[in-house]
């Protein structure tokens, strides 16, 4: 007989992380924050941590940011199966911080 709820625990565990970055293309602190992260996902080799660019240049992507509570750029949010985890405001997240939510 299938044990549905480990199933269900086992898929939940391999569910992937997602990052979320709220920026503006004329944001050079929006870039640099977007490139760290990124060579440390590409160096931990972390293919499973998605990421998603909110343009908050945009009208939509002001209606995320609204509906996310962000009001300063960048803002960088980790989200997990349950909600968020994790939120950097104004600035990249530290390496090692990152590292340690991620599990990686």
């Known amino acids: 007989m299938i044990d549905s709820g480990a199933m269900c625990e ?4 391999r569910l992937p992380m997602k990052l979320i970055f709220f920026v503006k293309d004329d944001c050079g602190a929006c870039k640099n924050a977007k490139e760290k992260v990124g060579f440390f996902l ?26 996310r509570a962000v009001s ?3 803002t960088i949010i980790l989200e997990g199966q349950d909600g968020e985890v994790a939120r950097w405001i104004k600035k990249a997240p530290a390496s090692e911080d990152l590292k340690v939510r991620l599990g990686v």
């Open 72 to 74: 300063e750029i960048p």
């Open 10 to 13: 086992q898929i939940r565990e």
């Open 42 to 67: 590409d160096k931990w080799g972390a293919s499973e941590v998605h990421t998603e660019t909110v343009d908050m240049s945009t009208s939509d992507g002001l209606v995320e940011a609204a509906m």
